[in-house]
Structure formats: C-alpha cells, structure tokens
Nanobody
C-alpha cells in the first residue's frame, strides 16, 4: 500500500503562486508515474500534470503549460507542484496520484493506483 499526503494549498490572489507537496509512504515514488489531478465544485476530477517514473518526461494539461511545473525528490519520496500565474479557474481541490509506470501520457492516466486526500487551492480575482 502507498499513502499520499498533500500539503501547501491555500488562498492566493490571481497572478500569485503556490507550491504543493505530496509526501509518499509505503511505496517509492520512483516506481510510479506521479501526477496531480484537480476537481472544481460541480465538475469532474481532471488530469493536470504528470511526471514519468523515470523523471525524464512530464505531460501537462494545455491550460497549465508554462505556469505549472512538477518535480519529485526520490530520496525524500516527495512530489511537488509549483503553480505560478494562478487564475481563478485554477480553483479546485488538488489531488496527488500514483499510477503504474507507463500508464500516463498527455491525455492523462489510464489507471491510478493511489490517491491522496486532496488539498484546497482557492484563487481570488
């Protein structure tokens, strides 16, 4: 089993930045495609960004390209989401996710093995 715990959410003004962290335990992030998803009120959960298990490739939702960056620290077993130039439409609960290696591409992840509990990000206009 793998446990994922997100932190770093909060309230920020449009144009601001936030850095989310996802601390993993039980399994190594190096063995999974690690991603971030989000769910806005009244909407379905959607793929945002993923970093491949190798750490070499990342895939993005078009609307966050150039603004969001994903990274990971295998030694700390953590994944990070740096969000810059935030917009009100980025408001959502953000979830950390672990998918089997090779199961994610720029269309999203075909399967997710583990989810975090989510952290709220609110961007005010």
């Amino acid at each position: 089993q793998m446990q994922l715990a997100e932190s770093g959410g909060g309230l920020v003004q449009a144009g601001g930045s936030l850095n989310l962290s996802c601390a993993a335990s039980g399994r190594a992030v190096s063995a999974y495609d690690m991603g971030w998803f989000r769910q806005a009120p009244g909407k379905e959960r959607e793929f945002v960004i993923v970093i491949k298990w190798s750490g070499v490739k990342t895939f993005y939702k078009d609307s966050v390209k150039g603004r969001f960056t994903i990274s990971k620290d295998n030694a700390k077993n953590e994944v990070y989401l740096q969000m810059n130039s935030l917009k009100p439409e980025d408001t959502a609960v953000y979830y950390c996710a672990a998918a089997p290696p090779g199961y994610c591409n720029d269309d999203g992840c075909f399967s997710v093995d583990y989810w975090g509990q989510g952290t709220q990000v609110t961007v005010s206009s």
